[in-house]
């Protein structure tokens, strides 16, 4: 499993497309293998969907995320949770893993 988390100055962003950084967080039997922290391409629409297919993600948790990038990470075969706090990645995803990550309303309108 990999986990992708928007990120600006270390911690998850509200804003998906327009993030500094994606944390790609590598999970094996439930544990947290590796952590690596990656500059996305310039954002236009349709990109970052292909883009973390690419780099084999399974799962995204964002904070917020347009009906239509849902859709796209969707058919890409990715799983999306959207409405997560803002927090650090390893943090975010440990919940997961432990199942107390809470997911609360989408912080995107669009």
Known sequence: M???I???EG???AHFGHCQTFALVDVQDKKIT???ELEPPPHEPGVLPRWLHEQEVSHV???????RAQKLLKDQGITVMVGAPEAEAKELVQRYLNGTLMLGKNSCNH
């Open 2 to 4: 990999k986990i992708a």
């Open 6 to 8: 928007p990120l600006a």
């Open 11 to 13: 911690k998850l962003t």
């Open 34 to 36: 590796q952590i690596n």
């Open 61 to 67: 948790i964002a904070g917020g995320l347009g009906n």
